[in-house]
């Protein structure tokens, strides 16, 4: 079983609930509601564009003959911005720049782990990302009844494309667990496992509309950490 099958594997009934999220089957079947998928669009938009300076801080880390790849996938990333900024203005979605608990949370995480992670942690992580956008969107793309209103989005990440792109990130894991210590792989699983529950929560924030006044968080002492 290659490095990449293996973290799979080892999160195997967190990745297939994921994949079942209701946020995703109600694209597929037609049934989500505008302002619903609206609030991923605003939040998305967001943690792709914080996410540049993650991928750069990565590229800086990279070993040389990575560094083109890795380029090519910032420019990937603003160019995903520019579908974003063209199916907002299409549908009239505002974007306020109010992150979301769950979508600062999984940024922060990012830059955390460039900055202060070796690259091989780095990088699977990325890998972890790309690969649960892609089997999440290639999902809606198989089980999608008609054609969607947000069929823009469904196949950017569901394209061959993206699928090239996805595989290459795999293998080139593959390559650097083959040359890494056995803490070195258990860290890579931990944060592949980090990144997949962070994929888990997008969908929920989006789904429930999370915000900032959720009574999860009103119901915080005013005085914790004091």
Not at 71 to 100: C, D, K, P, W
């Amino acid at each position: 079983m290659s490095f990449h099958q293996e973290l799979l594997t080892a999160v195997a009934p967190l990745w297939q609930r994921k994949l079942a999220h209701p946020f995703l089957t109600a694209v597929a079947d037609g049934s989500i509601a505008d302002a619903t998928f609206k609030t991923w669009i605003a939040q998305d938009y967001l943690f792709v564009e914080g996410s540049v300076p993650f991928l750069g801080l990565l590229t800086a880390k990279a070993p040389v003959a990575l560094r083109p790849a890795l380029g090519g996938s910032i420019t990937a990333f603003n160019t995903e911005l520019g579908l974003f900024e063209q199916q907002m203005a299409a549908h009239e979605v505002t974007l306020t720049r109010e992150y979301s608990p769950t979508c600062h949370a999984y940024l922060q995480f990012l830059l955390a782990t460039a900055y202060d992670r070796p690259f091989e942690i780095g990088f699977t992580v990325l890998y972890a990302a790309e690969k649960a956008y892609f089997d999440a969107w290639e999902r809606v793309r198989t089980t999608q009844t008609d054609a969607s209103k947000w069929q823009a989005f469904i196949n950017n990440w569901a394209s061959d494309a993206f699928r090239g792109y996805v595989d290459w990130l795999a293998g080139t894991l593959d390559e650097l667990a083959a040359d890494a210590t056995p803490p070195m792989r258990a860290e890579m699983h931990s944060y592949f496992r980090y990144t997949t529950l962070y994929e888990y929560r997008f969908w929920e924030m989006a789904y429930t509309t999370e915000t900032w006044d959720s009574p999860l968080l009103l119901a915080m002492p005013t005085n914790a950490g004091a």
